[in-house]
């Protein structure tokens, strides 16, 4: 049975996405869940919350062995010539929390992941191995770090667009979250987002039926929108909170029709405002101490900095995103005790 794997995925960048993967890969593991996070944005960004410069280094050292998986793009590289998929070398962050580093190499197999997307669709049953194989590498890598590791839950990272890459990593996963900021770019971004993950999920079923005795296992590609957060920036002037209301009022309605597939339910808003998992403030200066110390904000210590006021907006963190990751939890496992 396959570990189910949540992505956090956006078109618009710069909403927080990587931010709160890494909050929330820290916060399910100190509810016990034992987490894999992994990293498939080129950029890499979600690597470097977790890691050093040094460790970065010696990471991407190109003077590493050939076949040694230590970072996503190096366990799918053998796919890019005649070998198969290694396994990762996954760095252990916490003993519940472990990391499936990113590479910037990673962005140099757009191509191939486009072109094994048009051969998955062949008549030559024989021939369809090697298509499935590169498009469902990062699933198969994922599940390979999980049960080395046991975990529980596998949590993604992507970068914003709607290229090959992010495609190959949505067709595996079994969730997804979408963060959000309260403008005109992510209410557009979620207009184009809602028909792409239908598409893509309607096209990776009639991948699986091409394929009719399947040599090795593959996602099922549900992409299960399991509703949205809402970043909330700071807001000094007037008119700046007039904007952030307007764009923030016209969210559940866009999510429900074009990601949902639904119209607006009712006048009260109920059940459309249950799409948003959680309004996550701006934690104003702990972000750069956190990112600094490469810690979450709910783990920051006077000795990191958070002195006076700061001392409760650590104790404030710590409950949003736990009460955000007992909202994804509840969706996940809706029977968990």
């Known amino acids: 049975m396959s570990v ?5 995925f956006n078109n618009k960048g710069g909403v927080g996405k990587t931010s709160l993967v890494f909050h929330l890969a820290w916060m399910f593991a100190e509810m016990g ?12 960004n979600l690597t470097s919350a977790f890691l050093s410069e ?5 990471l991407w050292d190109p003077q590493l062995p050939p076949k040694v998986g230590t970072t996503i793009f190096r366990c799918i590289q053998p ?9 990762p070398v996954v760095h252990t962050i916490h003993p519940r929390l472990h990391l499936v580093p990113g590479d910037l190499a990673l962005a140099g197999f757009e191509d191939q992941l486009s072109g094994a997307w048009t051969d998955a669709m062949g008549s030559t049953q024989e021939n369809l191995f090697r298509p499935f194989r590169l498009l469902t590498s990062f699933w198969q890598v994922a599940q390979m770090a999980a049960q080395n590791t046991g975990a529980d839950l596998i949590l993604a990272d992507v ?3 709607l290229g090959a890459i992010n495609r190959s990593a949505l067709i595996g996963s ?3 979250v979408i963060p959000l900021a309260a403008d005109l770019f992510s209410l557009q971004g979620l207009r184009n987002l809602g028909p792409t993950l239908k598409v893509w999920r309607s096209d990776w079923k009639k991948r699986v039926a091409n394929w009719e005795q399947p040599d090795f ?4 590609g549900s992409m299960k929108p399991e509703g949205y957060v809402l970043m909330q920036h700071m807001q000094r002037l007037s008119r700046a909170v007039k904007a952030y209301k307007k764009w923030a009022d016209r969210i559940p309605s866009t999510y429900r029709e074009s990601v949902i ?14 799409d948003c998992l959680a309004r996550l403030k701006h934690y104003r200066s702990l972000v750069p101490m956190a990112q600094e110390v490469r810690k979450p904000i709910f783990h920051l210590s006077s000795a990191d900095g958070a002195i006076g006021s700061h001392s409760q907006a650590v104790r404030d963190a710590w409950s949003d995103f736990k009460a955000l990751a007992v909202q994804i939890e509840d969706r996940i496992w809706p029977m968990h005790v």
């Open 217 to 220: 296992d593959l996602p099922a």
């Open 79 to 87: 796919l890019t010539k005649v070998g198969d998929i290694l396994q």
């Open 261 to 274: 597939g639904q119209p607006e339910v009712g006048q009260s808003g109920n059940k459309i405002e249950g």
């Open 159 to 161: 970068g914003p667009n």
């Open 174 to 176: 079994d969730h997804v």
């Open 33 to 44: 869940k034992r987490v894999v996070a992994i990293d498939l944005d080129p950029q890499a």
């Open 54 to 58: 040094d460790s970065l280094e010696e």
């Open 4 to 8: 189910p794997v949540l992505t956090f």
